[in-house]
């Protein structure tokens, strides 16, 4: 049995951008080097260069299939098996055969070839591979007919992306280099629109990468390799279900997003009883915002979940790995042992951990209470340390007792105080003083066992002893005091910026204020109320409970739900007062602005309009005037022949007057959403032919290529026809003398598009909106342009039939729009609205229309 073929692909992304020709010029090297190469197929579409690189290798005949009468010519599969080359040259693995042919697809013919153990090359573009067929067809609106399996692509042996920048292969196509000149302009238009080449680029690169990547993990899972591999940024984020994870995930996200090709992946462990507290509605947000960040959710189950975590980031390569600081006080670390967090940095080897601190590590964020310096269990573990920590050391410091050791015994009492001052304050301190104090005259300072001092210097020594105990202990409880003064201020400032920070940004502000207002106070829900309905909230407000009331505006109140807001927090309270009221008065003058800007626009228009008519109603006025002045005062020497040219002037002039107020009264309906507008199912052509018959346009100025077969597109037939005389009337007035202006109609997935392209200077790209503008003609300075409003009413027009007018450059120079409108959804569009749905570029009458 012979050994298999290995096969090569190279995948691109549309049509043009060189796979063909480079799999001809890695089969003249092969062939160069004295490889046994054939040419079993190759397209080459009437481009001369693809052509010129045929020659000189061994090409094997087509096949000719005869259906329904056709001849058609297909790759000769039996003749290339028995030729049996080395490398066979395969183009478009996607092509369905004719029927009858050996194989119904080419790909079939290619596993035939390789399982007799020829290698093959082939070309492939990104809209044949079956997964992404509804991609494709979400980003171009045109299905795909032709497919090859992910599997088959999968058992290749090197797949290789020929790549060409979006913009370089619209030049390509412009210069002719792709297709015929008559088909250029309607595959600009439609599947070669910049957009979509750029999402099917991008569509390839990340498939592509996705296959290394696969490729990369069989590889480190076949030679047993577990260290990180950092060929590209993966940032797993571990989700607990809790608050913080959204926190997380976004950190998780700016990491990925500092390197090109970066990955969030999130993880959230589950024990296999399913007990583990999380909050599976917070895991279900979580979840779609990770879908938001182009990140990818995992559940996994494990008891343990440190381990489960590393071995999960080994497992996809991962190089950072994000947790969330411990929810969970330093006294319960201290008797429960290490968390999450340290058994996951202690067991991630090489994975670089992120700890990131969040509202809900330790406790949630809230303001530390003002009165005492410690709290009341720190002073009540500070009794016991004094209590039971005494008489130990009593014991202990009793049964090594001799006549030089009583220095180190009221040394050790003192100690003993210092750590009861640290832990409970002064008056556990005090008490611990007063204690040891009496413990070291009754047992360790002559005469023993009485309270009495036979020595002064020992008296003095006891005094002094308690007035150094006293000290330390006040030194440690003021401490404390300023400690916790100092985290209430740090708090208070946190809260204070956060509330002025979410205001300046103006996003979502008061939505943040109420969020972060209800956790610093802990209220169990906080309500802002607007002519006595909710307009936002944090938490739900109960039903059952009375709310404490503040006034913010004439007609706004805020509701706190929960304990009642001490003296010592109403100052803080009055901040986000004040942070409320400007966020609900930002929020009302942005409202304002926009119910200001059409009347401010309008006004522009106004006072261009008054510019205008001071000038542009003039001429036509001023030679009616001037033309019927002299037929009244005609004498007899006028000739008949001067007579004809008063008149015709002054049929001129008013006929311009007439359409100017004509504009003029259509502008005014359009800007106040009192135009008429009456759709129905029509032909386009319909249109087209009376605006060619208006403006006396006959072959010589105008070229016509109508295109959209049978689709009708949903229209007012009357304005459609203003648009297209406008659009006729710039395009013949800017086009080069002896240049015939082009107007042609396509289908392109659910829309019509109308196209009038002339080959004049054409307008910079940063000028297209301009010409929009009423009363704009683009620096002309003669008056028989008119007021500079056909382009503005004409998209006034079509947008009021749902449709679209946009200019864009014609391939060669000039300027070309683009008028959109739906196709009437009654009926069927052409059969020329596909893609090119052959593998590259067959069904050469049909692909780009």
């Given amino acids: 049995m012979s050994k298999r073929g290995r096969l090569s692909v190279l995948l691109g992304a549309a049509p043009g951008v060189g796979k063909t020709f480079a799999m001809l010029e890695e089969g003249r090297r092969l062939f160069a080097e004295g490889k046994d190469v054939i ?43 028995a030729h049996h080359p080395e490398i066979a040259l395969i183009d478009e693995l996607a092509h369905t055969n004719a029927p009858g042919s050996a194989h119904a697809k080419r790909w079939e013919d290619v596993e035939a070839l390789l399982a007799a153990g020829i290698d093959v090359i082939s070309t492939l573009n990104i809209q044949h591979i079956e997964s992404l067929n509804d991609v494709v067809e979400q980003i171009t609106g045109i299905p795909q007919r032709e497919t090859v399996p992910d599997s088959f692509l999968r058992e290749a042996d090197s797949i290789e992306v020929v790549d060409l920048a979006p913009q370089a292969l619209r030049d390509r196509l412009s210069s002719g280099f ?21 999402a099917l680029r991008e569509l390839a690169l990340i498939w592509l990468a996705d296959e290394v990547d696969q490729a990369l993990r069989g590889y480190r899972d076949a030679h047993g390799i577990n260290r990180t591999w950092e060929a590209r940024e993966r940032v797993v984020v571990a989700l607990t279900g809790g608050s913080e994870g959204e926190t997380l995930l976004r950190r998780g996200a700016r990491i990925a997003s500092r390197s090109a090709g970066g990955e969030l992946l999130a993880v959230h ?36 979940v440190p381990h489960s975590l590393v071995e999960f980031a080994r497992s996809v390569n991962a190089t950072q790995l994000v947790l969330g600081a411990s929810r969970r006080g330093r006294l319960a670390a201290m008797f429960t042992g290490s968390g999450i967090g340290a058994t996951v940095v202690r067991e991630s080897g090489d994975i670089d951990v992120h700890m ?51 220095t180190t015994d009221v040394l050790s009492f003192q100690l003993l105080v210092v750590v009861v001052a640290i832990v409970g304050g002064f008056w556990p301190a005090i008490l611990a003083a007063v204690l040891s104090g009496l413990t070291l005259d009754f047992l360790f300072i002559e005469p023993l066992y009485t309270v009495h001092i036979n020595r002064t210097h020992h008296l003095l020594a006891l005094v002094l002893y308690v007035v150094i105990a006293s000290l330390v202990s006040f030194i440690v409880d003021r401490s404390a005091r300023f400690t916790r003064a100092a985290k209430r201020a740090a708090a208070e400032s946190e809260l204070i910026q956060t509330i002025a920070g979410s205001v300046l940004r103006g996003e979502s502000s008061i939505q943040a204020i109420l969020d972060r207002a209800r956790e610093a106070f802990q209220l169990s829900s906080v309500a802002l109320r607007q002519d006595e309905r909710v ?47 400007t966020a609900l008065e930002h929020e009302q003058l942005t409202e304002t602005a926009k119910q200001i800007e059409p009347i401010a626009a309008s006004d522009r228009v106004r006072g261009a309009l008054l510019s205008a008519l001071s000038h542009d109603l003039r001429r036509p006025l001023a030679a009616a005037t001037a033309a019927i002045g002299g037929l009244r005062t005609a004498t007899p020497e006028l000739s ?79 304005l459609l026809q203003r648009v297209v005389v406008n659009l006729l009337s710039n395009a013949q007035r800017y086009s080069p003398v002896g240049v015939p202006v082009l107007v042609s109609t396509s289908v392109f997935g659910d829309r019509l598009e109308i196209r009038v392209a002339d080959r004049g200077r054409g307008i910079p790209p940063e000028k297209f909106d301009d010409v929009f503008l009423p009363f704009q003609r683009l620096g002309d300075t003669d008056n028989s342009t008119g007021l500079g409003l056909g382009l503005a009413l004409s998209r006034g027009f ?45 069904a050469e009458t049909e692909q780009t229309r």
């Fill in 269 to 304: 462990v589950t024990t296999q009883d399913g007990l583990r507290a999380s909050n599976p509605a917070a895991l279900s947000q979580q979840r779609r915002l990770v879908e938001k960040l182009n990140g990818s959710y995992h559940q996994v189950i494990g008891d343990d």
């Fill in 640 to 718: 008949l022949a001067d007579k004809q040219e008063l008149l015709d002037t002054a049929d001129e002039s008013l006929t311009s007057l007439a359409t100017l107020v004509t504009d003029l009264l259509d502008v005014s309906r359009l800007q106040a959403d009192a135009m008429n507008v009456r759709t129905f199912p029509i032909d386009p052509a319909d249109a087209i032919a009376p605006a060619l018959e208006e403006l006396r346009l006959g072959p010589s100025e105008v070229t016509l290529a109508l295109d959209h077969g049978d689709a009708y597109v949903d229209a007012d037939p009357v």
């Fill in 356 to 406: 990131v601190n969040h509202a809900a590590a330790g406790k949630r964020f809230s303001l530390p209470p003002r009165t005492g310096a410690l709290t009341m269990k720190r002073r009540l573990l500070g009794l016991a340390t004094a209590l039971i920590g005494g008489p130990l050391l009593t014991l202990l410091l009793s049964s090594t007792r001799n006549a030089e050791s009583i």
């Fill in 39 to 81: 040419i079993g197929i190759v397209e080459t579409h009437g481009r001369e260069a693809t052509a010129a690189m045929t020659v000189g290798l061994p090409v094997i005949p087509r096949a000719l299939v005869e259906h329904r009468g056709v001849a058609l010519e297909e790759l000769d599969l039996a003749a290339v098996l």
């Fill in 798 to 842: 079509v947008e009021a039939m749902r449709g679209t007018l946009t200019p864009e450059d014609t391939p060669g120079g000039g300027l070309t729009m683009v008028v959109s409108l739906p196709v009437e959804a009654a009926t069927s569009g052409p059969t020329g609205a596909t893609s090119p749905t052959s593998a590259d570029d067959t």
């Fill in 535 to 581: 307009i936002a909230s944090a938490g739900d407000p109960p039903t059952d409970e009375t709310p404490t009331s503040m006034a913010l505006t004439r007609n706004a109140t805020l509701d706190l739900y929960g304990p009642d807001i001490n003296a010592t927090e109403q100052r803080l309270l009055g901040v986000v007062v004040v942070q409320l009221t």
């Fill in 178 to 198: 792709v297709y015929p000149a008559e088909r250029i302009d309607a595959a600009l238009s439609n599947y070669f629109r910049l957009g979509n080449l750029t």
